[in-house]
């Protein structure tokens, strides 16, 4: 499989804490999303909440846990695109250990017409070029 492309680094925050004392399991996929969007805004260019994009798939497995004062770092991939899907990898690292994996497959959306849509050219080319894809 190839390498992770996209990375970024966190630093868990007090409301990220569940009653354990550690990182709310729904607080990794946040972590996830945030990687998500600043891939968006310094790849494609775009910020991804105004992005016409749904999410249909998603998926996680927990390896550790993770606590304040540690480092997160979300590793993120692209994979093949379709028609009209972008499935994304994601490594969470805590201290440089894994923490969790998952992936999303987000869809291009038309909004207006409620239904999927090509994937725009240019997020497509950004994506095959960052990514090292086959265009």
């Not at 004392?21 to 996830?32: E, F």
């Not at 992005?51 to 996680?60: F, G």
């Not at 994996?101 to 095959?128: C, N, Q």
């Amino acid at each position: 499989m190839p390498e992770y492309t996209y990375e970024i680094e966190l630093e868990p925050q007090y409301r990220d804490l569940d009653p354990n004392g550690h990182v709310n399991q729904a607080v990794y996929a946040s972590y996830c999303e945030q990687a998500r969007a600043n891939y968006w805004a310094d790849v494609i260019g775009q910020r991804h909440d105004r992005a016409e994009l749904v999410m249909v798939q998603s998926e996680m497995e927990f390896a550790a846990e993770i606590r304040l004062g540690q480092t997160v770092t979300v590793r993120q991939r692209i994979g093949e695109l379709g028609d009209t899907s972008i499935p994304i990898d994601y490594e969470v690292r805590v201290d440089g250990e894994p923490a969790a994996t998952g992936s999303v497959v987000l869809l291009s959306y038309d909004r207006d017409a409620r239904e999927p849509a090509p994937i725009p050219d240019e997020w497509r080319t950004a994506i095959e070029e960052h990514e090292g894809h086959d265009a």
